[in-house]
């Protein structure tokens, strides 16, 4: 509880001190970016701190801390010193509802989550441990870049900025990295809903001052519906899920399956969606609440996988498809759930640029931006933060700002010749080199150092998602959205418009098939001939022809031919989409009075877009992005250790959820405003009907978790706690060398390499690089095994040997100071101990754990 409160007060401190600074840099906004001074706090003291250590200036403890801080504090003061006494007046009398929602929201959503993890804080399982092995490994680094846990004489290679600013929170607080892991997930749950919250809000008060409607109503009851409709963007982020969980209750109970006259169960139905476990006859009791089957799974595991690619023999492969909820309820602090609040601070920063609140001009070599400089710089700072938090989030966090700014450039031109497009894409390629370049230049400590297992670009061919799995995944989302689409064309387009969508839409379509078509010609065909420029070449067919599961080139051609056009669902889906959005934002009319003829509005002189400049244009262009990637990924997608889409399709869906439930909070919030009499009745029974199937999986999910909320072994929020019982000598030895000289350890490797293992754990707990931990891992960190070497036979030498001079040599080699002995290391190897006991001290011994230490 202590640990709670101080973090509390610290993130809620850094909030305050960061206010005038978000009063100043976000001016479009009607809240003046109060919705996300945590956040932007957070993130300018840890950009502060890191690059200070970065170069030597500030050491990594608490005095560090305290600087970095303090020179925050500062320029806040120093900025709000420049602030009119009278305006911040004026904005406090008309924001207060403001103010209060979001301090509400955030303490009981940080205390929410809090409580959840506290019935369930174990740090076991997925890459939970790999996650607390790095806060600890930041906290125990005494230069800069931190060391990697797992491999010893080597940094981090890994986007860790999200790790760096959890032992920041940590060390001022003095927490253990074991309470900080699920502190830090509960915070980050805290400022996502915040910063959810004030995107919607500032949306439609924007919305509302565009259209001249604040003075209908009593501005503060109108302020307090704004306030309450709002709450609309938390929800669908962060507790709306897909609809596996509704799935889990009608097979539960039995629905959609038949006996056979031999009294088989089949199913049409569940064989058609084909998610792994409910495609198979349920053998179980029926019953409502979702429960693990024979597989001996977690059922709400399911729902992030309920999308699978079929390789030529129609057998499923696996894929990642994570949602929100699903992360938090398992309780992974992973970087793409640490970077969620601050892809929330990029699309404030969007909206802002877009709204007005970033005039100015800035000259470059070759280049003149309409953006004044501190938009920029933070742009800049912001979008490399993206890159270091999760890399793979800068090419959409980098869209969304380029997207902004040019949408403003395009509407604010005059366009007669309907080149709306093409003045879109100059400047959207123009702010987004830009920026990107900017965003390099102020994390380049970390690009220096940072490797990547990427390997380009591969045709996806026979991977695809199939329409009923991507329904299953964003039916709740897309509901919305569609409603939301269907308003504005009934209200702003002309047939011009939905010309230009359509045409836009399926040439991007039919590119995407030319090109995927002919870059897996290239490969197999052309490829092989560049042996002697590369002699690896003449294997790149094969791999690729094989990864499919293809027999040859033509076989695959036909058969990712026939199944694309038997399984259509997804890419029409997304095409017909891209088409009505794209017409929206791209096609051309005049703001025309009632009764106006298209042909009326073509020939007059005042020409306009589609859409005003308000709101509505910003939320299309996030829907526009994510359709773009997301129809994209169906013909393409990124190379890595894999060799398939798991990771792709993880990243970006991830991704579009954020962007997508903001604009479904949004298109539902704006439908209940605009909408009277039946539809507003159909609108509101479909908000419940919507919500009643997503939110059965959080609702069950939590409750199963958390044991009904009666953990047996009570509430704590310690990850570690259960080690007390399992291994009491463990816990002792970690505490010693949690106190002990800094150096390198040595413990047992899993047999094979393995990673999701308990191996490792020691340097995982004491932050202390081991010469080598999860080898599957680091392979993954670092596009191979070359840095590894013999590291993994070294370790079984340097145990089980009688030959004190080899096991000496290997002990210079990785400069190991501490040699952990314990029951891993005894069943793992056979253990020679006398070289041990004869040649060095036991520094540390308690049941079967002894600590060697080699001078």
């Known amino acids: 509880m202590l640990y709670f409160i101080l973090w509390y007060l610290v993130v809620s401190l850094l909030g305050l001190a960061t206010f005038p600074l978000a009063y100043r840099l976000f001016p479009g906004l009607p809240d003046r970016g109060y919705a996300f001074n945590k956040t932007l706090g957070t993130l300018l003291w840890g950009y502060l701190f890191w690059i200070c250590w970065s170069v030597k200036i500030l050491r990594n403890d608490i005095g560090g801390l305290l600087v970095a801080l303090g020179v925050l504090i500062v320029a806040g003061f120093l900025v709000l010193r420049t602030i009119d006494r009278q305006e911040l007046q004026t904005w406090w009398r008309s924001h207060r509802h403001l103010v209060l929602v979001v301090e509400v929201l955030f303490l009981l959503a940080f205390a929410g989550l809090a409580v959840v993890r506290a019935a369930n804080p174990d740090i076991t399982g997925t890459e939970k441990p790999m996650e607390l092995a790095f806060i600890n490994a930041i906290l125990r680094s005494p230069d800069y870049p931190p060391h990697d846990p797992w491999l010893s004489g080597y940094a981090i290679s890994y986007y860790y900025f999200g790790y760096v600013l959890v032992a920041m929170l940590a060390r001022l607080t003095g927490t253990p990295g074991s309470i900080a892991f699920n502190l830090g997930l509960s915070l980050v749950f805290g400022l996502s809903a915040i910063n959810s919250y004030g995107l919607v809000y500032n949306l439609l008060r924007s ?419 994510v359709l773009l990637i997301l129809l994209g990924v169906e013909f393409f997608y990124l190379r890595d250790q894999f060799g398939s889409r798991i990771n792709t399709i993880f990243k970006f869906f991830y991704q579009a959820w954020l962007l997508w439930g903001i604009v479904a909070a949004y298109g539902i919030a704006v439908l209940m405003q605009e909408l009277r009499g039946k539809w507003a009745f159909i609108i509101g029974v479909g908000l419940v009907i919507i919500l009643g199937v997503a939110l059965v999986y959080p609702l069950y999910g939590v409750w199963d978790v958390t044991s009904g909320f009666k953990p047996a072994a009570g509430y704590t929020l310690d990850g570690n706690s259960y080690l007390a019982s399992w291994t009491p000598d463990e816990v002792a030895a970690v505490l010693w060398l949690e106190a002990a000289q800094y150096g390198v350890l040595v413990e047992a490797v899993a047999p094979g390499g393995g990673s999701y293992t308990d191996f490792a754990r020691v340097s995982e707990c004491s932050g202390l690089p081991t010469v080598l931990g999860w080898v599957g891992h680091e392979q993954q960190w670092r596009g191979g095994g070359k840095e590894i070497g013999t590291r993994q036979e070294d370790i079984q030498i340097l145990y089980s040997s009688r030959d004190w001079n080899e096991t000496q040599a290997i002990l210079q080699r990785y400069g190991i100071r501490y040699i952990y002995l314990g029951q891993r290391e005894r069943s793992t190897y056979r253990v020679y101990e006398g070289k041990f006991q004869r040649y060095l001290t036991p520094v540390f011994q308690q049941g079967d754990v002894v600590i060697y230490q080699n001078p």
Do not use: C
Request: aromatic share 14%.
């Open 207 to 625: 919305r509302l001052v565009g259209e001249g409607k604040i003075g209908e109503i009593k501005a503060q009851v109108n302020a307090w519906y704004h306030a309450s409709l709002a709450l609309l963007g938390p929800l669908f982020i962060l507790l709306v899920s897909n609809i596996e969980g509704f799935l889990e209750i009608l097979y539960n109970r039995g629905y959609f399956w038949q006996k056979t006259a031999s009294g088989v169960l089949t199913s049409r139905f569940w064989t058609w969606l084909d998610i792994v476990d409910l495609n198979q006859p349920n053998s179980i009791s029926y019953q409502w609440a979702p429960r693990s089957y024979e597989s001996g799974s977690w059922w709400w595991w399911r729902a992030s996988r309920v999308v699978q690619d079929y390789g030529f023999d129609q057998k499923g492969r696996e894929i990642i498809d994570e949602f929100p909820f699903f992360s938090y309820l398992l309780g992974d602090l992973h970087p793409h759930v640490l970077a969620m609040p601050f892809m929330f601070l990029v699309m404030a920063l969007a909206l802002n640029l877009y709204l007005g609140g970033a005039k100015g001009e800035i000259r470059l070599p070759f280049v003149r931006l309409h953006i004044n400089r501190q938009s920029f710089l933070l742009g800049g700072l912001v979008l490399g933060g993206m890159a270091f938090l999760n890399t793979w989030d800068i090419l959409i966090a980098a869209g969304i700002l380029a997207g902004a700014y040019a949408l403003r450039r395009m509407k604010e031109s005059v366009d007669p010749q309907g080149k709306s497009g093409f003045i879109f894409f100059k400047d959207f390629v123009t702010l987004g080199v830009v920026l990107g370049v900017t965003a390099v230049i102020f994390y380049l400590p970390y690009f220096l150092g940072f490797s990547s297992q990427a390997g380009g670009i591969i045709p996806g061919m026979l991977f695809f998602t199939h329409g009923n799995q991507f329904w299953v995944m964003f039916t709740p989302l897309l509901l919305p959205i569609i409603g939301f689409l269907v308003f504005l064309w009934r209200k702003n387009a002309y047939f011009s418009a939905f010309k230009t969508g359509a045409l836009t839409a399926v040439a991007y379509l039919l590119l995407l098939w030319l090109l995927m078509w002919l870059f897996s010609i290239f490969i197999v065909g052309v490829v092989p001939a560049l042996k002697s420029l590369n002699p690896q070449a003449e294997q790149v067919p094969g791999l690729f022809l094989g990864n499919q599961g293809a027999p040859s080139l033509a076989e695959l051609l036909r058969a990712t031919m026939l199944r694309r056009l038997q399984a259509p669902g997804a890419w029409i889906t997304l095409t017909v989409l891209l088409a009505a959005t794209t017409g929206l934002l791209f096609g051309i009319k005049r703001n025309h009075t009632p009764g106006e003829t298209e042909e009326t509005a073509k020939n007059d002189s005042q020409i306009s877009h589609s859409v005003s400049m308000n709101p509505d244009s910003f939320a299309l262009l996030l829907v526009f992005l």
